[in-house]
Each structure stands twice: as structure tokens, then as C-alpha cells.
């Protein structure tokens, strides 16, 4: 989804100005959450909610941001969406905090500590205090020391969004004084919160992401329309076909998908995988050193089809390339929640994912999609599936009722007020 950012007054700071669809959310299978929103909304009347975080473009928060920020205004919430202003010394080093968060070894050297945060302290120092009431939402740890600088009377709401079962020590202590300063912690599963952190100094609540159905990329999209789309970007659409619709990163294994692939291909020959993950967040550095290594390892195979250019892979190229494949792969080592999946089964796909964070909240075994521990087990399940269109249907159509009970985004914003409710001293 496009957006269009206007420089602030205060500093570099920027504000985005997402462009969503907000007609529709009166559809039956949202309707359960009309009247509580309103309600919700007009507690905090006279309070602005800010949610700020490291990039307004690529990544799940932005996904997230760029759908919620319309929808809390159609709600009749004064919000507005703040990015950091851009620094690639900082850039590279949130990229190796997020690594260590999700278990890298290693640490940081006092120089990348210092470069972390002086761009956080010096890009809060515009953030004055006006006196206005505000609860502030701040996402995942580029962020996190912004706590020093916001005013002191106002909620203040830290929100991680990976996989921090099992964080490197090193980086967990020395950001853990920082989290323990904020009102409220949100986590995005029960088994991120980790065993040092102290419950009783900070509350701990529980809110995993969603989508929006309403976003063009989340529409139904019947497969052979879907396949004439992406037959115009290679895909021959009488081969059968496969994809992994997932950013450059190690922990996505696409290294391991590849593996998969050519395990298939020996019972089918004609397989055909699709690599879609646009080069498209100013944060994430790792990527194109991670698509060069993709690229050496699908060594020229022709059916190995890897899509990056952000210009190219618009809402409808996704939409297309998540509809289209008979499997949807999401085959991650470590994963903060993976919307990715739930997008794919909202369209009713069969997913076969890794077992691992948010993907196995999501997928149950068998029953809405399947879930893996290795390459050979993602083999073996994924052309399970591409035999059995029965089995195929199946799952799908499971994975779709799950996604509209648990994974839809006004049930995100109801866990988000429900924070800024309690803090204020304002709900029931």
C-alpha cells in the first residue's frame, strides 16, 4: 500500500500518512467488534494515540501501521503515525539487535552500542512535552531507549514484535532497563516473554498481530486468474508451483526451501518455486547480502523464480503470488509471529510452515495447515499436498475460518485500546 510521508516540524521525524480502504469493516464476520471499538474510542476522546516505530515501508509493523492507523480514525481516534528519522550506521546496528534478540551469539561492541543510542536520544529530543494527554505505542527495539525522552505523565506502551523466547543474555540485560521503564509490555506470544523479565515492576500483556482483510492484497482471488498473473512474470501455469512470499532473511530459511524444492523435484519434475520478498525496508540491511547467497545457491535453475524489486511486488503481485502456488511455504528457523502465513490463509491456501514462534500458534498440525521441523519433513508434507488437492481444500478452507476467529485487525486494535484504557485509569 502506498504512502505518502510529510516531513514534521519537530526534527527529522516523519509522519506517515497511510492510504487504506476503510469502507467495509461493517462485513459480518467484523461486526462482532463494532459497538466495543466505539465504545473504546469514545473513552479516549481527548487523547492522541502516537504508535512510532523504525520504518514506514517493508516489515510487519509498517504492514500492521498502515492498516490500523486508517481504521482507528474511522473509529473516531485522534492517532497519528511518527517514523524515526533514517540512519544507516543505526540501521546496521538494530538489524544485529534484532539477531541477538532471537538467540545470535555474540554482542554488541561499546561503539554499536553508542551509535544505537545516540540516534534514538538525539531524534527524541524534538519530542516535547505540550502538555496534551497521549498514550504512546513504541514497536519493537530500534526504539526502545525513546522511553527517556517521552513525557513522564503519559501512557507509555512498549511492543515486541519478535521471537524473544530465547534472547542472547548479553543484549536482553543491558535492554531490559529500558522495557522495565514503560507502563505496559506487549508481547506477541506467551512463550516470548522472558524468564528474567520482572512481571511485577512492569504488567505483561499478550497481543499477536493480524491482517487486514480489507487491504487489496487480502482479497479472494480465484487460482487461475491468479495463475495468468503470474504467468506473466514466468510461472508456466500447467506445471505445478509452490512459493515462499517472505522478506531476505536467514531465519526465513529460504536456503532450506530451495533444499525442499529439489527434494520434491525428483518425484515431480516439473516444479516450479517462487522466492517473493521485496528489498523494501530501510532498516533491514541483511537483506541483499541474504539474496545474493539465495541466488548462488539456486545456481541458474531456471524454475527457481526470485522476485525482490520493490517496484515490482505491489499489493496485487502479492496477492497473486500467495493465491496462485497449489502450497504456500514459510519455512522459518525462528519467527516473531509470520503474517505472511496468516495472509496466505486467509486465502484459503494449504501452508506448510516451520514449526517454530508464532507459525505453530497459528497452524495446527494436520487441521489447518502442517507444520515442520526439517527439510525433509517440509518436502515430504509440501508434495503430500501437491498429490492431494482433496487434502488441499481441506486445510484451506480450515485455515480461513482460523484466520477470521483470531488473526483479523480490528481485533488487534481491541487489544491496543484495551492498554491505553487500562493505563489512563479510564475502563470498566
Keep these: 500500500m502506498a504512502s505518502m510521508r510529510e516531513t514534521l516540524a519537530m526534527g ?8 487504506a480502504v476503510t469502507s467495509g469493516y461493517d462485513a459480518p464476520y467484523l461486526q462482532r467488534y463494532q459497538l466495543e471499538l466505539r465504545r473504546m474510542a469514545a473513552q479516549l476522546r481527548g487523547v492522541e494515540v502516537v504508535h512510532v516505530n523504525s520504518t514506514g515501508v517493508g516489515g510487519g509493523v509498517a504492514e500492521i501501521l498502515t492498516s490500523m492507523i486508517p481504521l482507528s480514525r474511522w473509529y473516531g481516534l485522534d492517532t497519528r503515525w511518527l517514523v524515526i528519522p533514517p540512519d544507516n550506521a543505526y540501521f546496521g546496528v538494530t538489524r544485529r539487535v534484532h539477531d541477538l534478540l532471537q538467540g545470535d551469539e555474540g554482542e554488541l561492541s561499546e561503539h554499536e552500542w553508542q551509535t544505537y543510542l545516540a540516534h534514538v536520544r538525539a531524534s527524541g529530543a524534538p519530542l516535547v512535552d505540550d502538555g496534551r494527554p497521549r498514550v504512546w505505542f513504541v514497536h519493537d527495539h530500534q526504539l526502545l531507549p525513546l522511553i527517556e525522552q517521552l513525557p513522564r505523565d503519559d501512557v507509555k506502551v512498549w511492543i515486541s514484535h519478535v521471537d524473544t523466547s ?4 548479553a543484549i536482553f540485560q543491558r535492554l531490559q532497563p529500558f522495557m522495565q521503564q514503560y507502563d505496559q509490555i506487549s508481547f506477541s506470544l506467551p512463550q516470548y516473554v522472558p524468564s528474567s523479565f520482572d512481571r511485577a515492576r512492569t504488567p505483561v500483556s499478550i497481543c499477536p498481530p493480524a491482517i487486514d482483510p480489507l487491504r487489496h492484497k487480502n482479497q479472494p482471488m480465484l487460482e487461475n486468474e491468479a495463475l495468468a498473473y ?10 505445478p508451483f509452490i512459493a515462499q512470499i517472505s522478506r531476505f532473511d536467514p531465519w526465513k530459511d529460504p536456503i532450506g526451501v530451495i533444499d525442499a524444492y529439489r527434494l520434491i523435484k525428483e518425484r515431480l519434475p516439473g516444479l516450479q518455486l517462487a522466492l517473493v520478498g521485496a528489498l523494501a525496508a530501510a532498516d533491514d540491511a541483511k537483506a541483499v547480502e541474504t539474496l545474493e ?3 548462488h545457491h539456486a545456481n541458474g535453475d531456471t524454475d527457481i523464480h526470485i522476485y ?12 497473486a503470488f500467495q493465491a496462485a502456488p497449489q502450497v504456500v511455504i514459510q519455512k ?6 509470520g503474517l ?8 484459503g491456501k494449504a501452508v506448510v510452515g516451520g514449526n517454530v514462534g508464532g507459525i505453530a500458534v497459528q497452524i495446527r498440525d494436520g487441521i489447518t495447515g502442517f507444520l515442520v521441523d526439517d527439510v525433509e519433513q517440509c518436502a515430504r508434507r509440501t508434495l503430500e499436498l501437491l498429490i492431494d488437492p482433496e487434502l488441499r481444500q481441506t486445510l484451506g478452507t480450515a485455515a480461513r475460518a482460523s484466520v477470521e476467529e483470531h488473526g483479523l485487525l480490528p481485533r488487534l486494535l481491541r487489544d491496543y485500546l484495551t492498554l491505553a484504557i487500562r493505563h489512563r485509569g479510564i475502563g470498566d
Design 166 to 169: 530465547r534472547p542472547n543474555p
Design 12 to 19: 527529522e521525524w516523519q509522519r506517515v500518512e497511510p492510504s
Design 340 to 347: 505472511t502465513v496468516t495472509e496466505a490463509m486467509w486465502k
Design 293 to 295: 547467497v539465495v541466488r
Design 332 to 337: 522459518s528457523t525462528r519467527e516473531g509471529f
Design 308 to 319: 525482490w524489486d520493490p517496484l515490482q511486488i505491489d499489493e496485487a503481485f502479492v496477492r
Design 230 to 239: 503470474t504467468a506473466q512474470y514466468g510461472i508456466d501455469p500447467e506445471r
